[in-house]
């Protein structure tokens, strides 16, 4: 079975800190991984993915993630945080089918 | 540019009405989702469709229903809402490709039931 645990359901840093989301995640299938965020009264978007290759996965707005098979973790980070960065973000693992299993969340706030 | 469109923003009903929530995706895709999003509860799938009239059971389908007539088209029926259904839902779609393909997000429709 499949499931996505997502410490931390509010987070808060200053603007130009570092940003750190994490997700730990449980798969009896070989992982996809996927980071969304969903800006205030809009749906998710994909900040990016890991399916197979390089562990290291880049995304959009400066976000990456890496994959640690052997802490069975996915964290989002972004090395300077920025105003805009305000939204939640979704951690999400692949069922053996093309369903996903998201976490619950995470509010980032950045403050000035 | 990539789009799923939700019929509603926001909806308001009452208690023991029918509702209907209408989706339409215009990439070709074959899967089709919908989910509700409560604060703290992350999202939570209620039913999936595969292809034309195919469905599935998502983790929490009771009290719903669903209808995929057409590829481009997923409907989510409440067939007599309740006060409990008050909640975000959420439209979703992606091509088959065995969990690799990214899930395409409508904005989502948020439903009071009073």
């Known amino acids: 079975a499949q499931s996505v645990t997502q410490l931390g359901s509010h987070v808060s840093v200053s603007e130009g800190a570092l940003v750190l989301l994490r997700c730990n995640y449980s798969?009896?299938?070989?992982?996809?991984l996927f980071w969304y965020v969903q800006y205030p009264n809009q749906g998710l978007q994909l900040l990016l993915k890991?399916?197979?290759?390089?562990?290291l996965v880049k995304g959009i707005n400066g976000f990456e993630a890496e994959f640690k098979k052997s802490e069975t973790s996915f964290h989002l980070t972004k090395p300077s945080a920025h105003m805009s960065d305000a939204a939640e973000y979704f951690c999400?693992?692949?069922?053996?089918?093309?369903?996903?299993?998201f976490g619950t969340g995470t509010r980032l706030q950045v403050f000035p | 540019d990539v789009k799923v469109t939700q019929s509603s923003r926001y909806l308001v009903k009452r208690t023991g009405e029918k509702v209907f929530l209408e989706c339409v995706q215009d990439?070709?895709?074959?899967?089709m989702f919908w989910y509700r999003q409560d604060p703290g509860l992350g999202l939570r799938l209620i039913y999936f469709s595969y292809d034309v009239k195919m469905k599935e059971k998502g983790d929490i389908p009771e009290g719903y229903s669903v209808s995929r007539e057409k590829k481009e088209r997923f409907s989510l029926i409440l067939e007599s809402a309740s006060t409990n259904q008050t909640s975000m839902y959420l439209c979703?779609?992606?091509?088959?490709?065995?969990?690799?393909?990214?899930?395409?997000f409508g904005p989502g429709t948020r439903l009071t039931v009073l």
């Open positions: 999400a693992v692949r069922t053996y089918t093309d369903k996903l299993i």
């Open positions: 890991y399916t197979t290759g390089a562990t």
């Open positions: 979703a779609s992606n091509s088959r490709g065995g969990g690799y393909n990214e899930q395409f």
């Open positions: 990439m070709d895709h074959e899967n």
């Open positions: 798969s009896s299938v070989p992982p996809y």
